[in-house]
């Protein structure tokens, strides 16, 4: 059993948030981003993918050109440009794909407390869904007991 926080808007909304390890936050982080709407999270990962795009097209690649590590025979750049390239790209990928699985689930948190959820409790429970079901029967249970008192 997962262990999920409880959000509760002021219009009667719920969530559910497991705490720990996301999955989908480490294996595709840019599209888990923007699936969770984290958008000025989204805006500084995309921005770094694309400025790194942007120095190997302009910084980069004449480099390697003047060096001499351009191979006509394979059109395209040698095994030592495409070395450095490989790991950057890696390293980026694991990185973010580690931040993201580690720190995901605590940026949507924050992301409903930024729009007035209020943590309500924590539940243990197989799924999200499950885990909401649960929050509501004791919610239905404890408004019974007020309305018989």
């Known amino acids: 059993m997962k262990a999920y926080n409880i959000y509760k808007n002021p219009f009667g909304m719920l969530e559910a948030v497991k705490i720990g390890w996301s999955w989908p936050a480490f294996l595709i982080p840019g599209f888990w981003l923007i699936a969770k ?57 694991i990185g973010s794909g580690v931040f993201f699985g580690i720190q995901g689930n605590q940026f949507v948190e924050n992301n409903l407390m930024n729009q007035g959820y209020v943590s309500q409790c924590t539940i243990n429970a197989t799924s999200p869904q499950f885990a909401l079901s649960l929050y509501l029967q004791g919610e239905s249970t404890n408004s019974t007991k007020t309305k018989a008192s």
């Open 37 to 93: 709407q984290l958008w000025v999270i989204v805006g500084i990962f995309w921005t770094i993918i694309l400025t790194w795009f942007f120095i190997e097209l302009l910084v980069l690649d004449p480099y390697y050109i003047d060096m001499g590590m351009y191979d006509e025979y394979y059109y395209g750049y040698d095994m030592y440009r495409n070395s450095f390239d490989r790991a950057v790209n890696m390293g980026f990928a």
